[in-house]
């Protein structure tokens, strides 16, 4: 299982756009590798249907053939939707992984059970599917419902609670809160590994 995060670190409202368009296409690729993608983060834009950045995780024996057409910089080449007539038609975005930490004991993490909320219908409503993760000695939780499978959201929030933790402890020795913080605000423009245009987000390659 690896880390995905897809960013687009300081770049203007058309990146957080081609974020979204890249979460779609990566779950499309993913899905015809048999690679299964689940969202365990997403910090939204400022219009309807956009993504400052998400965190996802991949599961497949293909996971690091899919990670490796993905990771680097990422072009898009299209029109903005918002300012037309602009002459700028190219926008760059960022993948990257971030390692989980080392597997935690049982014992140091306590689980709640409790009822999905949000989109789902009835079966939402009336299972315990969603977990909640507290890292006792911390207090750092999380909470997942992506999965109607209890097992499945178990395993999804302890997978995330790693994440959390490692970031505060690479935070509190300032390598990884620099690295992300670079990543977030910088994607290189230009050496792009992968190249799509349009509204429909076609690959170039």
Known sequence: MMLLQISSAQGPDECTLAVRKALGR???EATELSVIVDILEEERGQHIGTL??????????SERQLFN?????IK???????RKGAG???????VTQFEPMQEMMESDIRFERSKASGPGGQHVNKTESAVRAVHIASGISVKVQSERSQHANRRLARLLLGYKLRQLQSMQQAQFKAKRRLFHHQVERGNAVRTFIGMKFIPQD
Do not use: D, M, Y
């Not at 400052?52 to 024996?61: D, H």
């Not at 057409?69 to 910089?73: D, L």
């Not at 898009?76 to 918002?82: G, R, T, Y």
């Open 26 to 28: 990566l779950i499309q």
């Open 52 to 61: 400052r950045s998400v965190l996802v995780a991949i599961q497949g024996e």
């Open 69 to 73: 057409h993905w990771n680097g910089t």
């Open 76 to 82: 898009w080449i299209c029109e903005s939707p918002w």
């Open 88 to 94: 700028r038609k190219n926008w760059f975005i960022g």
